[in-house]
């Protein structure tokens, strides 16, 4: 499979913030820059996405930003890469609109590839969003710039 650059940015983002320290917010600039430069704008709209999905929360004004809003323990991988992803077909038959493949009432790959997305899906839900934190790397970056 492969992961939109979307959720692969929302991934970061989230391991940024479960490095942050606890309670405090982080600017969407501090995780611009961060990131490698990711535009404001697209990581505005990634930020809506978790906000949207309930895994974030935003705080407006001077010292506002973005911080988890559940214990990175809490939060499933595999939850959020569904939730990002759902509207992505692996295939064309996976489209809820439908699809012009002529094989499809007698193709057997159909389901192979559905069972192997499962799996995927499966292999994420084993890990939450605290098993992608090293240790001190991620809340080194963010602390020290909070200071």
Not at 15 to 33: H, Q
Not at 69 to 81: E, F, H, K, N, S
Request: proline share 5%.
């Amino acid at each position: 499979m492969r992961l939109l650059a979307g959720t692969d940015f929302a991934l970061r983002v989230l391991m940024l913030l479960a490095g942050a320290p606890p309670g405090r917010p982080v600017s969407v600039e501090r995780l611009a820059r961060d990131l490698g430069g990711l535009s404001r704008h697209h990581l505005h709209k990634i930020v809506q996405d978790l906000t949207a999905l309930g895994i974030t929360r935003t705080l407006r004004g001077s010292g506002g930003g973005v911080m988890l809003a559940r214990a990175p323990d809490q939060v499933r991988v595999g939850t959020v890469v569904r939730q990002l992803e759902a509207d992505q077909a692996v295939v064309e038959c996976f489209r809820a609109d439908g699809c012009a493949c002529t094989l499809l009432p007698h193709c057997r790959l159909r389901g192979m590839l559905r069972e192997a997305q499962e799996r995927f899906y499966a292999g994420l839900d084993g890990y939450t969003l605290a098993d992608c934190i090293p240790p001190l790397t991620a809340s080194a970056s963010i602390g020290a710039s909070a200071r």
